[in-house]
């Protein structure tokens, strides 16, 4: 007899590259995953990997079943999520976020989920947009909210907010409170680089105008940067809002550039192939939740209780 468990053995065989990958995914072990697969060949009298190969690579038999298997999981999936009351659903949710969106309002965000899928186990990445790319792709993410410098064709993306950016120094490092961009160049630059979503519209922009500061300092990590700024190692361009107890507290200075640069719009994604009722309402959560003025938001409802 067919099972789903079969299914979803050469399903995630196929999706993530083997089958230690494989049984992984589905919490068992790789004789497990094996064994299923085999019970497929044996049922239907044919070989569906081809074995004189190193790597997982599906026989012409394979592939039918491969989207033979897609197609009954995604139907199952489908039917499971809009007949289950939502505190019944039960399965891991696997979300990447950028350390932005971290540290304002995915608390708040996690709150809410568990608030209305209290049986969901919530898995969170902090990381920079392409490697968060890259995860999702692979099968290792379910959902990522990341800057709309993301395009991939095989994602579904939805707009869900904006990041207000500020120039930011030491206290004293700029002495105007408005300085033309290419005056500005003097100083050190730290940057996010080419990890990073953020990192990348501002260069672009920078490009764009023709400009290419004297010194440059790299780094991947948001806090890094913060820190360095902070310390009066150069000017960065921060999220402005998020970021007012430093001001308030003389650690930062804001100051504005002409012309101004652009302001860094979020997408939340998935993959096309993953579309789901279930992912389409945590998308309709983070557009509620996705404010970045203010750091470490709770829950309102959930700190009520």
Known sequence: MLTFKQLEAIYWVVELGGFAQA???????????????????????????????????????????????????????????????????????????TEVAAMTWMPALMARIRLTWPRVIIELDADAMVPLRDKLLAGELDLIVVPSELEDSRLVKEVVGEVEMGWMCKPGLIRRKTIALDELTEQTFLVEGARSGTGRIFNRWLKSLGVVPENTIVSSNLVSIVAMTVSGLGVSRLPHRCLSPLISAGLLQVFRVTPQAPDIPYVAAYKKELRSTFLDAVVELVKECCDFSQPFQINTTTARR
């Open 23 to 97: 049984a992984a995914r589905l919490n068992t072990t790789q004789s497990a995953v094996s064994k299923r697969v085999q019970e497929l060949e044996s049922l239907f009298d044919t070989p569906l990997f081809d074995r004189t190969l190193r790597t997982a690579q599906l026989s012409e038999k394979g592939q039918e079943m491969y989207h033979i298997a897609k197609s009954l999981l995604d139907q199952r999936n489908a039917a499971v999520e809009a007949f289950s009351r939502a505190d019944v659903i039960e399965r891991r949710l696997r979300i990447g976020v």
